[in-house]
């Protein structure tokens, strides 16, 4: 199949930041695109809104025809009434959304950002340092940009820049010229079994990299590999490593905060470079540094990637600044441990001696169930933690296993487990310096309510 010949393109889960991305694509190259979404949402108005059709019931009699290609997400249930109908009559190619970026990455020089944690926030930047340096990338972003207001980059050169998930191994069908490599932390072990499953599987993605092409790794990451794979990487591949280790390709060094910005010094083909960006935080300097690599090797010139990030405003819920006054208010999208560790270092940088109130919301029975005491470790840091139920997303109840799994397990004696109202309640009383939001599900929904009580 080639996808430049379709005509109409229905995707079932549209709504979906990644789905959102795949639609936006197809609708800019001139095809008709329409879908289905649970919710409506404000994404949902905006696709609307740029032409596409969508409708917020499984009935098969709002399914538009002549339909050339159905493109689904695996988060939609296997009981859904549509997906079910196509993929009994065989008639129309029915494919996963991890399969469509595979043939789009086979038709294009790409740049595929893979890793436990990180990817959004690299994909993003790498593809706004792309665009300041004049190439005019495409993008398929995990999140929304807030210089751009979009998470889909439309351009006219060859390079195309994506995210590489590894849920479901759905990052095994893509072909870059340029992988990079962030992170393998345990994570999606309802996937996964084990550690050893994830590694593999984040080795094997490697290897769908384009003969002769480029692998940007973690240098702290080194040592997951067997010496024999690390060398025939090498040998298969121009290899480059990142990190504060001095032994790496290139080493980050001299890490400060001055007048409210993250800076650095990079060390880079024999170059010391002053990096200064909005981001804080190691892992946002991590994620700097593997974007401006990825740029370099795919053309861009140092001094202009360096340059752009300066005037980088991040995206939505990736330590997103919602309030700035007497109470800073940060929106982060954080729902795994290593995560959390993160965001709320970056908050301590930029925040020291600072009160920070931390409100969680916990991420799958199962994630709760494999990760209860790393969340406890980490949001031991925050001066007051409170604690969501757990967002449930496509899982059904685990028995035993809900938000008192972390609390107990929470050394500081400010703790909490609240419902909504009983949160905002909280925030009214404004006894903190800072405040921040964690987590992958609906929290975001409270974000415009503590907003209005931090703003009055």
């Not at 997400?73 to 196509?86: D, E, N, S, V, W």
């Not at 990079?180 to 072990?189: E, P, T, Y």
Request: some cysteine; overall charge negative; aromatic content about 8%.
């Amino acid at each position: 199949m080639n996808i430049n010949d379709l005509r109409h393109i229905y995707f079932i889960g549209i709504g979906g930041i990644g789905m959102s991305a795949l639609a936006r694509y197809f609708r800019y190259k001139g095809m008709m695109v329409s879908g289905y979404d649970k919710t409506e949402t404000v994404l949902t108005k905006k696709l609307v809104g740029e032409g596409i059709n969508i409708h917020y019931l499984d009935d098969l009699s709002l399914i538009p025809e002549d339909i050339d290609l159905v493109v689904y997400t695996p988060a939609i249930p296997y009981l859904h009434k549509g997906l079910k109908r196509f993929k009994e009559h065989n008639s129309i190619p029915v494919l996963k959304r991890s399969e469509v970026l595979g043939m789009i990455s086979e038709e294009n020089d790409s740049i595929a950002v893979a890793g436990t944690h990180g990817k959004t926030s690299t994909t993003g930047i790498l593809a706004h340092v792309m665009k300041s340096c004049g190439v005019d990338v495409s993008a398929f972003v995990g999140g929304i940009l807030t210089d751009y207001e979009t998470n889909y980059f439309a351009g006219d050169s060859n390079w195309v820049v994506l995210e590489a998930d590894e849920y479901d191994r759905s990052f095994l069908t893509l072909h870059p010229e340029i992988s990079i490599l962030q992170s393998m932390d345990a994570d999606h072990l309802d996937i996964y079994k084990d550690d050893k499953s994830i590694r593999d599987s984040f080795v094997a993605f490697l290897n769908k990299t384009s003969f002769g092409g480029k692998l940007i790794i973690n240098h702290d990451l080194k040592s997951n590999f067997k010496n024999a794979e690390w060398e025939e990487l090498k040998s298969f591949y121009k290899l480059i490593t990142y990190g504060i280790d001095p032994n790496a390709t290139v080493v980050i060094t001299e890490m400060k905060v001055e007048d409210g910005m993250s800076t650095f010094v990079l060390k880079y083909n024999g170059i010391e470079s002053k990096v200064a960006q909005y981001l804080p935080g190691l892992h946002n300097r991590m994620n700097a540094t593997a974007a401006i690599i990825a740029s370099v090797e795919a053309g861009c010139n140092l001094e202009k990637a360096i340059n752009s990030l300066s005037i980088f405003k991040g995206i939505k819920r990736r330590f997103e600044f919602v309030v700035r006054r007497d109470v800073t208010y940060v929106d982060d999208y954080a729902h795994h441990p290593t995560e959390l560790n993160a965001a709320i270092s970056a908050a301590r940088e930029l925040f020291p001696n600072k009160k920070i109130l931390g409100i969680f919301q916990p991420h799958l029975y199962s994630r709760t169930k494999d990760f209860a005491l790393g969340f406890a470790e980490a949001l031991d840091a925050l001066d007051e933690v409170v604690l969501m139920d757990i967002y449930p997303a496509r899982e059904e109840p685990i028995t035993g296993v809900d938000s008192n799994m972390i609390l107990k397990n929470i050394i500081n004696e400010q703790k909490s487990l609240l419902d909504t109202n009983e949160i905002l309640n909280k925030i009214r009383q404004k006894n903190y310096d800072v405040v921040m939001t964690l987590g992958a599900g609906d929290i975001d929904l409270l974000v415009p309510e503590i907003k209005n009580i931090l703003m009055h």
